[in-house]
């Protein structure tokens, strides 16, 4: 991560500083001099980094001979060379006469000798060589004070990215505490910078103190801190475990800078915090942006939709899951769960549907058992007796329930002798008895009263067929 975070301090950005030499005149101290510059509190246990209460005093600085600007002139035509020359830049050559310049440093005044430094530094740069520019702008600003304090503070300050750059944030530290002594004010930019390098240095906490410092100042003004500002505001508080303060940079990124990554972050934040009506509000964005991809997130939400009782929007997002986007298995145990929601929505036929696919993708029987259930709440009986007889073959923890339910699909089949021998079996378990007996005696009743009945019908036919015979009577079919 730490990684990362310093790859936003890129070699483009330094550019932007560096890769334009400084022009051949007096003014050419403050060329690298920032619009606003940056300072570091003398106390190196304080936590929030301060600028200097004034100004630095004035500087009598030595002036640049006419010499030394025509040196530079040419130099400057070898890395930048007028457009209607004809000529390419020359690095090398522009090199070669600053080198020359070196080797006669001492007929310089400690300003000039700064002049052929910073060119030299650019050079450096241009060529990406790290190691020499720094060690260029290094000799810059070792001839202070006889330099403008601009030139001074633009060189640190450079000097202190250039060291991120390369990873050397102890020298990067150092460097920027330079500037203590050399400005009065730190703009948001800055602070952001600071934070970034604090946590290279795994200070943490000074690093958060310096992002929400950049956050807090931008806010004020009402406008909107950059993303990456937030981002290092998330990762700082998550790494502390302040989920509460994580979520509510988030919930700032989400309106300022709506993502579905960023979305889904913060569904998982409301989780940790227990926030669920708000994890299932996100999920919902989420899912709306088409951002859920996740099997185990997908079945989530839908189960959070049941827990809230909203059956429909559950079994549309398993349903959805499974069929259209291929994204949830379709398990035994998703089938249950989408049969579940469809039950719930008063879908009988689909929940019937789900349930026969989930029990037949199922080693145990009791989902057989539950479909057994099923199909007698819909008088589909001899279904439910065929479910029945399959959980028991595949084994269900209550067994009792199971035949006490076949014994009472078989009553309403009117197979009372089927009904008694299964009722017995779930008598058998006590926490069924009372129940099976009941079930019992009114199947030997209707049992008993079928007899009777059938009885009758034999008695009737047989004088139904005398008094036809004897006494040529014509009479009903059956009693």
Do not use: C
Request: glycine letters at 4%; charged letters at 30%.
């Amino acid at each position: 991560m730490k990684a990362t975070i310093a790859g936003t301090l890129n070699r483009s950005l330094l550019a932007a500083a560096l890769i334009t030499a400084p022009a051949v005149s007096t003014v050419v101290a403050d060329a690298f001099a920032p619009d606003t510059a940056w300072t570091f509190g003398t106390a190196a246990a304080q936590e929030l980094i301060r600028p200097a209460s004034n100004p630095p005093e004035p500087r009598r600085i030595p002036g640049i001979s006419q010499r030394l600007n025509e040196e530079l002139s040419e130099v400057q035509a070898f890395i930048d060379p007028e457009e209607d020359s004809g000529r390419e830049p020359d690095l090398g050559e522009a090199l070669n006469l600053l080198q020359e310049m070196e080797s006669n440093i001492s007929e310089y005044n400690a300003y000039e000798q700064a002049q052929i430094y910073n060119f030299m530094a650019n050079v450096h740069f241009q060529q990406d060589n790290m190691q020499k520019t720094i060690e260029a702008f290094e000799k810059v600003v070792a001839r202070s004070p006889q330099i403008p304090t601009g030139l001074e503070t633009g060189t640190w300050q450079i000097l202190g990215k250039l060291h991120m750059q390369e990873e050397d944030f102890a020298a990067a530290l150092d460097a920027f505490e330079n500037w203590t002594n050399l400005v009065t004010s730190i703009n948001a930019d800055q602070y952001y910078t600071f934070s970034l390098l604090f946590y290279q240095m795994g200070q943490e906490d000074r690093a958060l103190a310096h992002v929400n410092k950049a956050v807090s100042m931008t806010e004020a003004e009402g406008e909107v801190p950059e993303e990456n500002w937030f981002a290092m505001q998330r990762l700082l508080y998550f790494e502390k475990e302040d989920y509460q303060s994580t979520a509510e940079v988030l919930e700032k990124m989400v309106r300022h800078y709506p993502k579905v990554s960023t979305w889904r972050q913060l569904s998982d934040m409301y989780s940790l915090l227990e926030r669920f009506d708000d994890r299932l509000h996100t999920l919902e964005v989420v899912y709306l942006l088409g951002g859920l991809d996740k099997e185990n997130i997908l079945v989530s939400m839908a189960s959070m939709y049941l827990d809230r009782e909203v059956p429909y929007e559950a079994a549309q997002v398993l349903d959805k899951g499974i069929y259209e986007d291929e994204i949830i298995e379709p398990t035994a145990r998703n089938l249950e769960l989408l049969a579940n929601a469809w039950s719930l929505a008063q879908e009988t036929e689909k929940s019937m549907v789900e349930m026969e696919k989930a029990a037949q993708k199922s080693e145990e029987g009791d989902l057989f058992a539950r479909l057994s259930a099923i199909y007698m709440l819909n008088d589909r009986y001899e279904q439910s007796v065929e479910a029945a007889q399959e959980a028991l073959d595949k084994g269900v923890d209550r067994p009792d329930q199971v035949y006490l339910r076949m014994g009472t699909a078989y009553v309403n089949l009117e197979q009372y002798e089927d009904a008694i021998e299964v009722l017995k079996e779930a008598a058998k378990d006590k926490r069924s008895e009372e129940a099976a007996k009941q079930w019992i005696k009114y199947a030997e009743g209707e049992k008993a009263r079928e007899e009777e009945a059938r009885r009758q019908e034999e008695a009737y036919q047989k004088r139904k067929k005398k008094w036809e015979e004897e006494d040529g009577l014509v009479l009903p079919g059956s009693a």
